[in-house]
């Protein structure tokens, strides 16, 4: 079975700064699709920015970008140039079904 | 596109009692997913469907979880003989897809409260 870890339950940036949330997952399939989802209190969880692994172009969007590290099963979040709108929870899924345990951002203005 | 609704926002109930949350997907999305989740958790996968059939259970659900989907578009989850282990936000999400390869569309959840 697939397993997500995320190792950092909270993280601090202060805004306009970067920050790097880990995430490392487990799967012995070689098909698959991670994504970062974003969950900002009280308010739905909302896509941040998606990877297929057959890719190996790390995904962009905007601020956001990945580092997927395939072999090493790794896939970490990028926010770059920190917004005080960036405070949430940030998940990391594997494919539909598994999500790690998340991180809380927050950021200091 | 309406968005994912989820009714109702929240249940309070008393243990041993049955409860049934609806969910309402994007009209033109083929899948629905449960998922349940705890303070400070991710969400646990409970259970999708592609229309109206039900492709995956997860182990962790009891024979006190049911879900239907009956005709492709809204679904119910019910939960009999509730336990106050079953407090909860109960997430509903949708995609229109034939793989993984599309994300998820959530609905703002059902805050369930067992007492």
């Known amino acids: 079975a697939q397993t997500v870890t995320q190792s950092q339950p909270e993280m601090s940036v202060q805004e306009a700064e970067t920050v790097t949330l880990s995430c490392t997952y487990d799967t012995s399939e070689s098909d698959y699709y991670l994504f970062w989802y974003k969950q900002p209190p009280s308010r739905q969880m909302i896509l941040v920015i998606r990877?297929?692994?057959?890719?190996?172009q790390n995904a962009t969007e905007n601020r956001f970008s990945v580092n997927f590290q395939k072999a090493a099963k790794s896939f970490s979040l990028k926010i770059s140039d920190s917004q005080l709108g960036d405070a949430a929870m940030y998940f990391c899924a594997f494919n539909d079904m598994r999500f790690g345990a998340g991180t809380r951002l927050t950021v200091k203005p | 596109d309406t968005g994912v609704s989820q009714d109702p926002r929240h249940k309070i109930t008393k243990r041993g009692q049955n409860v049934t949350f609806r969910c309402d997907p994007i009209?033109?999305?083929?899948?629905l997913y449960w998922y349940r989740q705890t303070l400070g958790q991710g969400p646990e996968f409970l259970t999708y469907f592609q229309n109206e059939a039900q492709l995956e259970k997860s182990r962790l659900l009891s024979d006190r979880f049911s879900a239907e989907r009956p005709k492709g578009s809204f679904s119910t989850l019910e939960i009999q003989r509730t336990e106050q282990g079953d407090s909860a936000m109960y997430l509903c999400?949708?995609?229109?897809?034939?793989?993984?390869?599309?994300?998820?569309?959530f609905g703002n959840g059902t805050r369930l409260t067992v007492t």
């Open positions: 990877q297929e692994a057959y890719k190996q």
């Open positions: 009209s033109e999305h083929n899948r």
């Open positions: 999400a949708s995609s229109l897809s034939f793989s993984y390869n599309s994300p998820l569309h």
